[in-house]
């Protein structure tokens, strides 16, 4: 039923299997029928990744996949899951860039795109690519991984930022770099790094993305067990510089001479991409 899907994967080098999630599955899972129609993730065995394209069992007879563009030479493909009705109309759409990057296999949830250029281009944040238009990057030079407007390492952009003065005090070492809530997959390492601004919020397991104080103090008075909890004040959505090695199992170390702001790529957060780093 899906071998076609399968073969276009096998074009850019890459294993790839659909299935249907069974009922005993989701309920052990705690999943219900109002989760993402389809999830893709990338699992590994015996060394070799593969990608695992995982479908609802209510919708596996109404999703229809269409792959957009393949780059064998590239390793890197569009793909659009189409949600349709019982008339066999469009309902909803999920477009998916899946290809290879430094080391390892990648899916990121990208918007209304049918190319794999295109696709690059929607996953840089919106201040690298008004920098590449202003200054008029090169085709070829936006689709590397370093340019006269960022390096990039994996998922995070670093826009020179030479001009920063840098209090010494408030330099960190070793400091991790990753998805603010989640401190789930490995982190990416700075040998230098300094945050300014941001809010400041109150942080545990149970509020991975935080409370601010007022917010904090509030459920105090209506769950004041929670003070049990291992609490950590942190910054919310702060600016953050690094400079160095900048450091990922995954990823080829990066040198940064000078300061540079640290951006995490536009990717389109959904349920229908499970992020493993």
Known sequence: MFDDLINKFEKIGARARVRVLTQRRRLFAGESLRRAPLTIDIFSRNGEEIFDISLRPDVKDTIDFQVQQILPEEKHLVLVARELDSDGNSIAKHHFLCGHDERHWFVAGVTGV????????????????????????????????????????????????????????????HEPIRRGGTRRG?????????RTGGESVRVCHYYPNGLTISQYENLLKTKPEVLKYSWSDMKRNPTLYAKGRITHPDHATVILSDWHRVVMNAERRTETVAFLD
């Open 186 to 194: 490995k982190p990416h390492w700075a040998e230098f790094a300094y």
């Open 114 to 173: 049918s190319s794999v250029s295109d696709a690059i281009a929607a996953l840089k944040p919106q201040e690298v690519r008004q920098e590449e238009n202003r200054i008029r990057i090169s085709r070829k030079k936006r689709r590397q991984r370093r340019n006269e407007v960022y390096v990039r390492q994996g998922e995070w952009f670093f826009i020179p930022s030479a001009n920063l003065t840098v209090d010494p005090k408030l330099i960190y070492k």
